[in-house]
């Protein structure tokens, strides 16, 4: 265990003394990635809603999922977190060079890395919702892991295990809830409330009427023809 937080440590010095070489321009996507890349999975959780409104219940189950999966994935590192008082690296590892962002105080322990287990989790359950994101949503994923290392406030392990933890718990929602969700699914959708309706979509269902008028009125149009 010993030999690995070393590891760790020796990683994050390095990533460090990479990030203070890299220009300000660079150094300060970082920074802005590290909170804009949350931004951009809440908007990736409204798209992924918006598409499935006409997809299958289980399709608009999954993507009625995949922010409370992210949640949970949320909650679970921060149980963890409070268990584990680990110290921030750019506090507690000597020879480092400073943040690029502010440290966090003490009592904002390290060990695992919140944004780490959000990003992992919004990846995980929006690939699971949403076919071929995952080209997208895991090198975000990926990327905003790595940030936190960069600007100095994690240990790689913070960010290894916050990305597994937060994928493991997404997966067990998504899997687990993804038939009784679906079930609440089908009954909004056949509700009399149209803003109910509305917000669970009418699935597949919403085209068949034109496509059914469309065959009730072909036979009457051949019939006519002569």
């Given at each position: 265990?010993?030999?690995?937080?070393?590891?760790?440590?020796?990683?994050?010095?390095?990533?460090?003394?990479?990030?203070?070489?890299?220009?300000?321009?660079?150094?300060?996507?970082?920074?802005?990635?590290?909170?804009?890349?949350?931004?951009?999975?809440?908007?990736?959780?409204?798209?992924?809603?918006?598409?499935?409104?006409?997809?299958?219940?289980?399709?608009?189950?999954?993507?009625?999922?995949?922010?409370?999966?992210?949640?949970?994935?949320?909650?679970?590192?921060?149980?963890?977190?409070?268990?584990?008082?680990?110290?921030?690296?750019?506090?507690?590892?000597?020879?480092?060079?400073?943040?690029?962002?502010?440290?966090?105080?003490?009592?904002d322990w390290s060990f695992p890395s919140n944004h780490s287990a959000i990003a992992g989790a919004a990846a995980i359950a929006l690939a699971l919702s949403w076919r071929g994101i995952v080209w997208l949503t895991v090198p975000m994923a990926l990327l905003m892991a790595f940030s936190r290392v960069f600007v100095g406030v994690h240990y790689p392990h913070d960010v290894t295990v916050g990305?597994?933890?937060?994928?493991?718990?997404?997966?067990?929602?998504?899997?687990?809830?993804?038939?009784?969700?679906?079930?609440?699914?089908?009954?909004?959708?056949?509700?009399?409330?149209?803003?109910?309706?509305?917000?669970?979509?009418?699935?597949?269902?919403?085209?068949?009427?034109?496509?059914?008028?469309?065959?009730?009125?072909?036979?009457?149009?051949?019939?006519?023809?002569?």
């Amino acid at each position: 265990m010993n030999t690995l937080l070393d590891l760790s440590d020796r990683l994050y010095l390095d990533v460090a003394d990479f990030a203070h070489s890299t220009p300000h321009w660079f150094q300060w996507l970082a920074e802005v990635w590290t909170e804009a890349g949350l931004l951009l999975f809440g908007v990736l959780f409204l798209a992924g809603w918006w598409r499935s409104r006409e997809g299958s219940s289980r399709v608009m189950a999954l993507a009625l999922l995949a922010p409370l999966a992210t949640a949970f994935g949320y909650v679970v590192s921060e149980a963890l977190k409070s268990l584990v008082d680990e110290e921030r690296p750019c506090r507690a590892v000597l020879g480092a060079p400073a943040s690029l962002v502010a440290c966090p105080p003490h009592g904002d322990w390290s060990f695992p890395s919140n944004h780490s287990a959000i990003a992992g989790a919004a990846a995980i359950a929006l690939a699971l919702s949403w076919r071929g994101i995952v080209w997208l949503t895991v090198p975000m994923a990926l990327l905003m892991a790595f940030s936190r290392v960069f600007v100095g406030v994690h240990y790689p392990h913070d960010v290894t295990v916050g990305l597994l933890v937060g994928a493991l718990v997404a997966l067990v929602v998504m899997r687990a809830a993804a038939r009784p969700v679906g079930a609440l699914v089908e009954t909004a959708r056949s509700s009399r409330n149209s803003a109910v309706v509305w917000c669970a979509g009418r699935g597949p269902r919403a085209h068949a009427p034109a496509h059914a008028s469309y065959a009730e009125e072909a036979p009457r149009t051949r019939h006519g023809a002569y």
